[in-house]
C-alpha cells in the first residue's frame, strides 16, 4: 500500500507503471532474463502485499491514496479509497487525476494494440498506469497447464511492450508491480485437505475470512486487519489465514 508514495511520487520525470495482476517473484525473475535479450538494465525487488490477497483490496492500494477503509454488507466486503470504491479503469483513472496533473490509467489490452498515434497520446501523460490481468484471469477456474500458460504469456506481453514504451514514446522508467501473488499446486485436494470454517464471519473465500473474532482456530492464524494492510477503520476485524497451502 506505499507502492505509490515510496517508489512513484519522487520520480520528477516520465513514467510507466504496469499492474500484472498475481505475477508472482519467481515470474518477474523470468521476465528480468526476458528483457535481457533487448540490453534493457533491469532490477527485481520483492514486495510483501498487504492482507487479505484478494485483487479488490490489493490493486487499488497501488494507486495514490490518502485514506483505505473497509466497505462492505454483513457477507461481502469491499475496500474503498478515499471514499470510493475503484473497481474499473475508468473510476481509477478518474481517481489519479485527482491526485496528479498528466495522470492516466489505461489497460495493458488498450496499449498493446500498438497503434502509433493512439500511444502517442497515451504516453504524453506524466504517469502512466497500466493494468495487466492475463494470469488472474486464467487463475481463478483454470488447470495446471492453463494456469503456467498464463505467466508465460504475461511474460512475452511484457517483454515486448516495454522495449517499444522505451523507443518510441520517451518514457525512460517503467515499473513493473503486482497486487499479489499466487499459491500453486498441481495436485487436487480431497476434501479432508480443507479446512471447514463455522465461525462467523464478515466474507470468507478459499484463501482467508475476515472476522470479528480473535478466538484461536486449528489450522488457521489470525491478524488484526489494521496490522497487515492499509486499512485502518477496522481496529475490531481479523484477516484469518490458513498456516500451510490447505
Do not use: W
Not at 498506469?129 to 508465460?152: E, L, M, P, W
Not at 465461525?199 to 486449528?218: F, I, Q, W
Amino acid at each position: 500500500q506505499n507502492f505509490y508514495e515510496e517508489k512513484i511520487k519522487p520520480i520528477q520525470k516520465k513514467v510507466a507503471v504496469i499492474v500484472s495482476d498475481a505475477l508472482r517473484y519467481e515470474v518477474a525473475q523470468e521476465l528480468i532474463g526476458e528483457l535481457a535479450k533487448s540490453r534493457h538494465i533491469a532490477t527485481l525487488k520483492p514486495a510483501l502485499a498487504m492482507l487479505p490477497t484478494e485483487t479488490k483490496y490489493c490493486k487499488p492500494s497501488l494507486l495514490p491514496h490518502h485514506e483505505l477503509s473497509l466497505y462492505g454488507t454483513s457477507n461481502e466486503q469491499n475496500m474503498s479509497v478515499d471514499k470510493r470504491i475503484l473497481d474499473s479503469t475508468k473510476k481509477r483513472n478518474e481517481h489519479m487525476q485527482g491526485y496528479r496533473d498528466g495522470a492516466i490509467c489505461v489497460t495493458f489490452e488498450e496499449v498493446a494494440e500498438y497503434n502509433r498515434e493512439k500511444n502517442r497520446e497515451i504516453f504524453k501523460h506524466s504517469l502512466v498506469y497500466i493494468f495487466h490481468d492475463s494470469i488472474d484471469k486464467v487463475s481463478h477456474d483454470g488447470n495446471a497447464k492453463q494456469i503456467t500458460q498464463s505467466c508465460r504469456d504475461a511474460i512475452n506481453d511484457i517483454a515486448t511492450m516495454i522495449p517499444k514504451i522505451h523507443a518510441s514514446y520517451n518514457v525512460t522508467e517503467v515499473y513493473i508491480t503486482s497486487d499479489h501473488g499466487f499459491l500453486f499446486n498441481d495436485i487436487e485436494f480431497a476434501d479432508k485437505d480443507k479446512h471447514k470454517i463455522d465461525e462467523d464471519n464478515l466474507e470468507k473465500c478459499s484463501r482467508y475470512y475476515l472476522t470479528n473474532s480473535d478466538a484461536p482456530v486449528s489450522g488457521v492464524v489470525k491478524f488484526a486487519l489494521n496490522e497487515v494492510s492499509g486499512i485502518q477503520n477496522a481496529g475490531n476485524v481479523f484477516v484469518a489465514v490458513p498456516e500451510g497451502t490447505n
